[in-house]
């Protein structure tokens, strides 16, 4: 494949695990104050948001560095993104 075809699908994949990760966590700390036990809650949702963020930087990444670096940069960009538009 193209070059500029794997860097938009690291960022794009790297956005996608951002909003995924900090999109979990948000939708975790709402749900988690109101709970009779949030301490399962953030437990729970920390190790599920955890296992596919790392899965996905894992397969996305593979032996290339500069894949890893566009799917962190794609996954900072989503936290940006979820916390302007989180209320």
């Known amino acids: 494949m193209n070059d500029s075809l794997f860097i938009a699908a690291a960022l794009a994949a790297g956005a996608l695990l951002g909003a995924l990760f900090f999109g979990g966590l948000w939708w975790t700390v709402r749900l988690g104050l109101t709970s009779q ?3 399962v ?9 955890m296992s596919v963020a ?3 930087f894992y397969l996305v990444g593979r032996e290339n560095w500069e894949r890893w670096l566009l799917c962190f940069v794609g996954f900072i960009a989503a936290r940006f993104v979820v ?3 989180a209320p």
């Open 37 to 39: 036990r949030p301490a």
């Open 41 to 49: 809650w953030f437990l729970g949702s920390l190790l599920a948001r």
């Open 54 to 56: 790392l899965t996905g």
């Open 83 to 85: 916390r302007r538009h």
